[in-house]
């Protein structure tokens, strides 16, 4: 049971992966398509550099998915090891992926209205003027669609990953 468990905290690790690696890949693509945006909305595009906003992977947008990753395959090694620590490692780091997770999730959902309000926030004129909507939905169609699956599936693994995860070290 604890490889099994090991196995699915590989998976969640690569599906935290893949986070950073496209919006590396693609995100020049969804900024320029920002950009676009805001020029056809009349709002100077360098309010994005100005307030640090981005679409690559820098920044936080890298270091909080690798380091679940690598927390993740820490407690999977934990788990082939049979180490002691393992189940309690797997409670802990399996529980938190699952909330985070959740909400990662709800803030995809509810992007626009969050983003309007991180706008008017940051107490630029200039960015409280972006229509949100399709300011957002110009960067996500820069994306190639199969992202979108990816983005299911990525969800999807990291979910069921955890909960099998934690069944697997409740019976082991």
Sequence with gaps: MNTL?????LLVAVAFVSIPVVRHRYGRVAKAAAVAELRRQNVRPEVLEENKLRF????????APATVAAIMAVTAALNLADAGLAPLMTWIFS???LVMN??????N???VRSVETAFRRKGDPELARVEVAPFLRAAEDAFPRWVRAQTCIRNTTVFLGSAIALVAVSYA
């Design 109 to 111: 959902l509810t992007a």
């Design 5 to 9: 468990a090991a196995l699915m905290q």
């Design 102 to 107: 959740a909400g990662i999730v709800y803030s």
């Design 95 to 97: 529980s938190l992926v």
């Design 56 to 63: 690559d992977a820098g920044g936080h947008e890298t270091a």
